[in-house]
């Protein structure tokens, strides 16, 4: 019986006077977790007292990098010391970081990475990813049309002048998310949706150095097993699973398909091609998905994707052990402010690995629900 128990819906309301956006939820070295949200232009945080415990009751003013640069969107790193980063898009197109003077501490002041080139500024389609010796690395993709990396060139230090990685042949759509995963043996890989509306990847040729070619995963249309063909391809995100093996997930005309490699570190993906997954409902759609990995507890090793559904609740499903490999959707239900949709989600682990997600209400409050063991 894998059945797991989530809390009331509770909300950890919002700073005073701001209208919050866009929350990311991190965790500390500690365990305990960290909430970061978009507002006057900077971010704001707010932390659990303990791990896996109740969160502070003041939220904390991050700023913006000056008076004149406001973000417009904001990602979470860890460095190899456990110190938390913050990194966002400045209206001035270039990129921002901010990191924790020591784990688990305050905060030092903003500082600008620059643009990739004086005429090419970095967009809001951005992600944080990690090399297996602990160095951050930043993948954007630019006015140009091209993802550029930049990368800590030492563990908890100094970052690298800007790379590009390319396109590929068809560019990248925007502004759909790029997603960065990890495969077993520690290589880094990157996935974008194409112009022509397959997913397309690319990953380091071993753990810490450079890149291979651009490769796609292709679309459902090319392939005669997903059910329907059609589906278009949108937003993709990546997670690991229990074994080592990267599955990527992707909404599509309501619904969401994955596909995933045939073993850890495999340049081979699902012979089949994508795999079709329905609706919460037949009258209710995907707007956003996430997904996460439960550890302990009855579905240990088992993903689990969230979404939010056009119905306006918040919807999950998770790995079983037996056909069809997924269970059954079930309602994780709305808060009483209900949710705003246009924030999307995000989805936390505490220290003890119990799961956690949080939306935005229409009372511009961030409200959560965890589940509970």
Do not use: Y
């Not at 391809?233 to 490699?261: I, K, M, Y």
């Not at 269970?327 to 003890?352: E, H």
């Amino acid at each position: 019986m894998d059945r797991i128990t989530w809390s009331d819906w509770e909300s950890v309301g919002k700073p005073i006077a701001v209208d919050v956006a866009r929350p990311v939820v991190h965790r500390n070295e500690d365990g305990r977790l960290e909430l970061f949200v978009s507002g006057n232009g900077g971010v704001f945080n707010l932390a659990q007292l303990s791990p896996n415990g109740r969160f502070r009751p003041d939220w904390r003013d991050k700023d913006r990098p000056t008076r004149d640069v406001h973000l417009s969107a904001h990602a979470i790193g860890s460095n190899a010391d456990g110190r938390q980063e913050i990194f966002g898009i400045g209206s001035d197109g270039a990129l921002w970081h901010k990191a924790q003077l020591a784990p688990n501490g305050g905060w030092g002041d903003w500082e600008t990475l620059s643009t990739p080139l004086a005429d090419v500024a970095v967009t809001v389609q951005f992600t944080v990813g990690r090399n297996q010796d602990a160095r951050q690395e930043l993948f954007a993709v630019a006015t140009d049309g091209n993802v550029w990396q930049i990368f800590q060139t030492a563990p908890n230090g100094a970052w690298s002048e800007w790379r590009k990685l390319g396109t590929p042949p068809n560019a990248i759509r925007r502004p759909d998310r790029i997603t960065a995963g990890v495969n077993r043996d520690g290589r880094q890989q990157l996935f974008v949706v194409g112009g022509d509306a397959a997913v397309w990847h690319i990953q380091q040729v071993a753990p810490n150095v450079g890149w291979g070619d651009w490769q796609s995963l292709g679309a459902p249309r090319d392939n005669g097993f997903s059910e329907p063909q059609d589906r278009d391809l949108t937003e993709p995100l990546v997670q690991q699973n229990a074994d080592g093996h990267l599955e990527v997930f992707s909404p599509g005309n309501g619904a969401f398909c994955n596909r995933w490699q045939e073993s850890p570190d495999s340049s081979i993906w699902r012979h089949q091609g994508w795999n079709a997954k329905p609706k919460p409902r037949p009258d209710v759609e995907i707007v956003w998905l996430e997904a996460a990995r439960n550890i302990g507890g009855p579905r240990d090793g088992h993903l689990e994707v969230f979404a939010i559904g056009s119905d306006g609740q918040l919807w999950h499903a998770w790995q079983i052990d037996v056909a069809p490999n997924w269970s059954a959707w079930d309602a994780l239900g709305a808060p009483p402010a209900k949710i705003r949709v246009a924030d999307r989600m995000t989805v936390g682990t505490n220290r003890d690995g119990r799961l956690e997600a949080f939306i935005v209400g229409q009372d511009s409050a961030v409200w959560h629900r965890a589940q509970q063991r």
